[in-house]
């Protein structure tokens, strides 16, 4: 049995602001200490379990934050920032389910450290539901066929996971007080409910199907400010919807809404102030 994970670093444990998943900030090396180990009590647990191969993938900013040289030696790790399929790059309809671990809440809500992909993004839509990261990178699990089988991080994270996949494991390892402070297990303790619900997870995975992405979805992203908005619609086939920040694009698959995605975000990241 193949597992696939997606490592993001907001949602990880005992982490409450941006000075440890940043790597300009002070905080940040302990950070990604903190992240490899508990990537690895995942891959641990998974191999426990009777999981062959594990694959997991960096999934936070420049992708490059898990130390290899700590990594559980039997896993394989995607790190690197071009990647076609970012945050799901790798996966295919060969493995059996996808954890996410570290995950935090879509922009605009409540939750430590909640975003979109960049902070210029006030929301994302599929098909005029707003979705986050989540469920923008399951929908894209389900476009191979594969469920979503775990979700870590904190527990607006859990919540969202738990209303948009029918049956699927939570693992709250940290609660959100603000959007820049929590109420956080320790690393060890977070390791044991992760292990506990790693096996929890893979005893449940018949009980989850792959969630179907919509056919022929239309992505909306709305920005921060105008200027954003701009960029973003350099994009070829994008419209600007007239009087707001909201970028259009009409996509064949969720596939190509999802590069979509991150081709508009890019963009954005190049406004400045003045």
């Known amino acids: 049995m193949k597992l696939y994970l997606s490592v993001d670093m907001e949602g990880i444990s005992g982490l409450p602001d941006y000075t440890y998943v940043d790597y ?11 992240m490899t180990d508990e990537t690895n009590y995942v891959i641990e647990a998974a191999y426990n379990f009777g999981c062959e191969e594990i694959l997991v993938n960096d999934s936070h900013s420049k992708m490059n934050n898990i130390l290899i040289d700590q990594l559980h030696p039997d896993a394989h790790l995607i790190t690197g920032e071009v990647k076609p399929l970012s945050m799901m790059q790798g996966l295919d ?4 389910g996808v954890f996410f671990v570290g995950y935090h809440a879509r922009a605009g809500s409540f939750g430590v450290m909640s975003h979109a992909m960049i902070h210029a993004v006030r929301n994302f839509y599929l098909n005029d539901k707003p979705i986050g990261e989540l469920g923008f990178n399951a929908y894209v699990a389900g476009h191979f066929g594969v469920p979503v089988l775990m979700v870590a991080g904190d527990d607006q994270a859990a919540l969202e996971a738990e209303n948009l996949i029918p049956n699927i494991t939570t693992a709250a390892v940290k609660e ?3 959007r820049s402070s929590v109420k956080s297990l320790t690393p060890k303790k977070a390791g ?16 989850v199907k792959p969630l ?18 701009e960029w973003a619609n350099l994009m070829p086939g994008t419209e600007l919807a007239p009087g707001t920040t909201i970028v259009r ?22 406004t400045t102030f003045s």
């Open 93 to 96: 309809d060969s493995f059996a």
């Open 249 to 270: 694009y009409k996509a064949k698959n969720i596939v190509e809404a999802y590069q979509a995605m991150l081709v508009m975000t890019e963009l954005a990241m190049r």
């Open 192 to 207: 044991e409910l992760l292990t506990e619900k790693v096996t929890q997870a893979l005893e449940n995975r018949h009980n």
């Open 176 to 178: 959100s007080i603000s």
């Open 212 to 229: 179907i992405p919509p056919e022929n979805p239309v992505l909306e992203i709305e920005f921060n400010n105008h200027g954003q908005a």
């Open 24 to 34: 300009r900030e002070h905080n940040y090396e302990r950070g990604r200490k903190i």
